[in-house]
Protein backbone atom coordinates (compact mmCIF):
# COMPACT_ATOMS: atom_id res chain seq x y z
CA UNK A 1 0.00 0.00 0.00
CA UNK A 2 2.94 2.33 0.88
CA UNK A 3 4.87 1.76 -2.05
CA UNK A 4 1.03 2.42 -4.47
CA UNK A 5 0.52 6.08 -2.48
CA UNK A 6 4.34 7.02 -3.14
CA UNK A 7 3.94 6.06 -6.84
CA UNK A 8 1.15 7.95 -6.99
CA UNK A 9 2.78 11.22 -5.89
CA UNK A 10 5.23 10.87 -7.50
CA UNK A 11 3.30 10.77 -10.96
CA UNK A 12 1.58 13.60 -9.85
CA UNK A 13 4.47 15.71 -9.46
CA UNK A 14 6.03 14.30 -12.86
CA UNK A 15 2.89 16.24 -14.13
CA UNK A 16 3.39 18.74 -12.41
CA UNK A 17 6.55 20.19 -14.08
CA UNK A 18 5.46 18.36 -17.45
CA UNK A 19 7.60 20.32 -20.65
CA UNK A 20 4.91 22.97 -21.99
CA UNK A 21 4.52 22.53 -25.26
CA UNK A 22 5.98 25.00 -28.24
CA UNK A 23 2.55 26.86 -28.40
CA UNK A 24 1.87 27.91 -24.85
CA UNK A 25 2.80 31.50 -23.36
CA UNK A 26 4.51 31.47 -20.55
CA UNK A 27 4.87 35.22 -20.41
CA UNK A 28 1.22 35.36 -19.78
CA UNK A 29 2.52 34.49 -16.10
CA UNK A 30 5.32 36.98 -15.44
CA UNK A 31 4.18 40.15 -13.41
CA UNK A 32 6.77 43.11 -14.12
CA UNK A 33 5.78 44.87 -11.04
CA UNK A 34 6.62 42.48 -8.38
CA UNK A 35 8.91 43.98 -6.16
CA UNK A 36 7.57 47.45 -6.94
CA UNK A 37 5.22 48.86 -4.16
CA UNK A 38 5.98 48.07 -0.18
CA UNK A 39 2.81 47.09 2.19
CA UNK A 40 1.11 50.26 1.93
CA UNK A 41 0.91 50.05 -1.93
CA UNK A 42 3.16 52.78 -2.44
CA UNK A 43 6.54 53.37 -3.53
CA UNK A 44 7.85 53.05 0.45
CA UNK A 45 9.83 49.79 1.46
CA UNK A 46 9.32 48.31 -1.87
CA UNK A 47 12.01 46.50 -3.24
CA UNK A 48 13.26 49.50 -5.78
CA UNK A 49 12.36 46.68 -8.70
CA UNK A 50 12.04 48.00 -12.58
CA UNK A 51 8.94 47.58 -14.17
CA UNK A 52 9.66 48.58 -18.08
CA UNK A 53 10.27 46.53 -20.82
CA UNK A 54 14.50 45.51 -22.04
CA UNK A 55 15.62 42.10 -23.23
CA UNK A 56 18.24 40.06 -21.79
CA UNK A 57 21.45 41.20 -22.10
CA UNK A 58 20.20 44.37 -23.93
CA UNK A 59 21.44 48.17 -24.10
CA UNK A 60 18.46 49.96 -22.96
CA UNK A 61 16.22 49.53 -20.40
CA UNK A 62 12.96 51.66 -20.99
CA UNK A 63 10.64 52.89 -18.82
CA UNK A 64 8.64 56.01 -16.65
CA UNK A 65 10.35 58.36 -14.46
CA UNK A 66 8.21 59.50 -11.18
CA UNK A 67 8.12 61.55 -8.09
CA UNK A 68 7.39 60.08 -4.89
CA UNK A 69 4.23 60.79 -3.45
CA UNK A 70 6.70 60.33 0.35
CA UNK A 71 9.57 63.07 -0.31
CA UNK A 72 11.44 61.08 1.83
CA UNK A 73 11.22 58.01 0.18
CA UNK A 74 13.37 57.25 -3.16
CA UNK A 75 12.90 55.99 -6.22
CA UNK A 76 15.72 54.01 -7.11
CA UNK A 77 14.64 52.78 -10.37
CA UNK A 78 12.48 55.07 -11.46
CA UNK A 79 9.07 53.90 -10.97
CA UNK A 80 6.55 54.71 -8.14
CA UNK A 81 3.37 53.58 -8.13
CA UNK A 82 1.27 57.11 -6.96
CA UNK A 83 4.21 59.00 -8.17
CA UNK A 84 3.73 62.11 -11.28
CA UNK A 85 5.48 61.11 -14.69
CA UNK A 86 8.33 63.34 -15.08
CA UNK A 87 10.12 61.58 -18.06
CA UNK A 88 10.33 58.20 -19.98
CA UNK A 89 13.77 57.73 -19.88
CA UNK A 90 16.23 54.58 -21.59
CA UNK A 91 18.07 53.42 -18.56
CA UNK A 92 17.61 51.97 -15.45
CA UNK A 93 18.63 49.85 -12.27
CA UNK A 94 16.79 47.04 -10.81
CA UNK A 95 16.98 46.13 -7.24
CA UNK A 96 19.28 48.38 -6.02
CA UNK A 97 19.53 50.07 -2.39
CA UNK A 98 21.32 52.82 -1.10
CA UNK A 99 21.68 55.59 -4.14
CA UNK A 100 19.62 56.31 -7.24
CA UNK A 101 21.40 55.17 -10.97
CA UNK A 102 20.40 56.66 -14.59
CA UNK A 103 17.08 57.63 -15.32
CA UNK A 104 18.52 59.02 -18.26
CA UNK A 105 18.08 60.62 -21.86
CA UNK A 106 14.78 62.00 -20.84
CA UNK A 107 11.82 61.81 -23.39
CA UNK A 108 8.54 63.63 -21.96
CA UNK A 109 5.42 64.50 -24.51
CA UNK A 110 3.46 67.45 -23.65
CA UNK A 111 0.53 69.24 -25.49
CA UNK A 112 1.22 72.70 -24.08
CA UNK A 113 4.35 74.82 -22.85
CA UNK A 114 2.47 76.87 -21.13
CA UNK A 115 3.90 77.17 -17.15
CA UNK A 116 6.80 75.14 -18.08
CA UNK A 117 10.15 75.93 -17.22
CA UNK A 118 12.74 73.31 -18.82
CA UNK A 119 14.99 73.62 -15.68
CA UNK A 120 12.22 72.14 -13.45
CA UNK A 121 10.83 69.26 -14.39
CA UNK A 122 7.54 69.57 -11.66
CA UNK A 123 6.35 72.18 -13.89
CA UNK A 124 5.79 69.68 -16.55
CA UNK A 125 4.73 66.42 -14.84
CA UNK A 126 1.93 64.49 -15.76
CA UNK A 127 -0.36 62.51 -13.31
CA UNK A 128 -1.26 58.90 -14.38
CA UNK A 129 -5.46 58.68 -14.90
CA UNK A 130 -5.29 54.61 -14.74
CA UNK A 131 -2.80 52.59 -13.28
CA UNK A 132 0.15 51.94 -15.89
CA UNK A 133 0.27 48.31 -17.71
CA UNK A 134 3.26 45.57 -18.41
CA UNK A 135 3.53 42.32 -19.97
CA UNK A 136 7.36 41.15 -21.11
CA UNK A 137 8.46 43.19 -23.76
CA UNK A 138 5.59 45.78 -22.96
CA UNK A 139 4.48 48.94 -21.07
CA UNK A 140 1.77 51.40 -21.45
CA UNK A 141 0.97 54.87 -19.34
CA UNK A 142 -2.18 57.00 -19.68
CA UNK A 143 -1.14 60.68 -18.67
CA UNK A 144 -3.02 63.31 -17.60
CA UNK A 145 -2.34 65.26 -20.74
CA UNK A 146 -4.47 62.81 -22.93
CA UNK A 147 -1.17 61.28 -24.06
CA UNK A 148 -0.53 57.43 -24.03
CA UNK A 149 2.56 56.05 -24.27
CA UNK A 150 3.85 52.56 -25.15
CA UNK A 151 6.81 50.93 -24.70
CA UNK A 152 9.06 48.00 -26.40
CA UNK A 153 12.47 47.37 -26.50
CA UNK A 154 15.29 45.11 -28.57
CA UNK A 155 18.86 44.74 -28.19
CA UNK A 156 20.27 47.93 -29.16
CA UNK A 157 17.24 50.20 -29.27
CA UNK A 158 14.43 51.77 -27.56
CA UNK A 159 10.83 52.16 -29.26
CA UNK A 160 8.69 54.79 -28.24
CA UNK A 161 5.03 54.89 -29.36
CA UNK A 162 3.32 58.38 -28.36
CA UNK A 163 -0.63 58.68 -28.83
CA UNK A 164 -1.92 62.05 -28.97
CA UNK A 165 -5.45 63.64 -28.05
CA UNK A 166 -6.89 65.10 -31.78
CA UNK A 167 -6.61 69.02 -32.06
CA UNK A 168 -3.57 69.32 -29.74
CA UNK A 169 0.03 70.22 -29.88
CA UNK A 170 2.29 67.19 -30.33
CA UNK A 171 5.76 68.07 -28.02
CA UNK A 172 8.32 65.95 -27.07
CA UNK A 173 10.42 67.54 -24.54
CA UNK A 174 14.18 66.07 -24.50
CA UNK A 175 15.91 66.46 -21.01
CA UNK A 176 19.65 65.31 -21.59
CA UNK A 177 20.09 66.40 -18.06
CA UNK A 178 17.37 64.26 -16.41
CA UNK A 179 18.31 61.51 -13.84
CA UNK A 180 17.38 59.97 -10.96
CA UNK A 181 17.64 62.06 -7.74
CA UNK A 182 18.89 60.37 -4.28
CA UNK A 183 17.25 62.29 -1.95
CA UNK A 184 17.92 60.64 1.56
CA UNK A 185 21.83 60.76 1.08
CA UNK A 186 22.80 63.61 -1.12
CA UNK A 187 26.59 62.07 -1.47
CA UNK A 188 25.36 59.35 -2.93
CA UNK A 189 23.26 61.80 -5.95
CA UNK A 190 24.47 61.28 -9.00
CA UNK A 191 24.60 64.75 -10.88
CA UNK A 192 24.37 65.70 -14.84
CA UNK A 193 27.47 67.32 -15.93
CA UNK A 194 27.15 67.89 -19.61
CA UNK A 195 26.48 67.14 -22.75
CA UNK A 196 24.39 67.70 -26.40
CA UNK A 197 21.24 67.51 -28.13
CA UNK A 198 20.30 68.81 -32.12
CA UNK A 199 17.41 67.83 -34.05
CA UNK A 200 17.93 67.51 -37.61
CA UNK A 201 16.01 66.27 -40.70
CA UNK A 202 12.91 68.37 -40.43
CA UNK A 203 12.84 67.05 -36.63
CA UNK A 204 12.28 63.43 -37.74
CA UNK A 205 16.17 62.82 -36.13
CA UNK A 206 17.77 63.51 -32.92
CA UNK A 207 21.57 62.94 -31.80
CA UNK A 208 23.16 63.88 -28.47
CA UNK A 209 25.55 62.64 -25.50
CA UNK A 210 25.30 63.73 -22.01
CA UNK A 211 27.85 62.52 -18.87
CA UNK A 212 26.63 61.72 -15.53
CA UNK A 213 28.72 61.83 -12.17
CA UNK A 214 28.29 60.17 -9.19
CA UNK A 215 25.53 57.47 -7.90
CA UNK A 216 26.84 54.11 -7.79
CA UNK A 217 29.81 53.20 -9.76
CA UNK A 218 31.86 56.51 -11.53
CA UNK A 219 31.47 58.75 -14.79
CA UNK A 220 28.77 57.75 -17.09
CA UNK A 221 28.86 58.80 -21.01
CA UNK A 222 26.26 58.02 -22.92
CA UNK A 223 25.75 58.81 -26.79
CA UNK A 224 22.16 58.17 -28.98
CA UNK A 225 20.26 58.73 -32.03
CA UNK A 226 16.77 58.60 -31.98
CA UNK A 227 14.86 58.61 -35.34
CA UNK A 228 10.63 59.63 -35.53
CA UNK A 229 8.19 58.04 -37.69
CA UNK A 230 6.65 61.68 -38.36
CA UNK A 231 7.92 65.31 -37.73
CA UNK A 232 6.44 66.65 -34.01
CA UNK A 233 5.38 70.46 -34.05
CA UNK A 234 7.90 70.96 -31.22
CA UNK A 235 10.97 70.20 -29.56
CA UNK A 236 12.02 71.62 -26.82
CA UNK A 237 15.33 70.51 -25.31
CA UNK A 238 17.40 71.05 -22.33
Not at 6 to 18: D, H, S, W
Request: charged share 15%; glycine share 14%.
Amino acid sequence: MFGWMTLGVFAQTLGAFAVPTQDEDLSVYVNPFIGTAGPDGTGANSGDTFPGVSVPFGVVKLGPDTTEMNPSTNAFAGYTPDGNVTAFTCFHECGIGGASKYGVVGHMPLTTLAGVNVLDNTTYQQPRVSMDRAAVGYYRSDLANGVTVELTASNHAGFFQYMYPENTDRIILLDVSHNLPSLAEFIKSQSYSNGQIEVTNGGRRVQGWGVWRGGWGGTGINWGVGKFSSAHQKFVSC
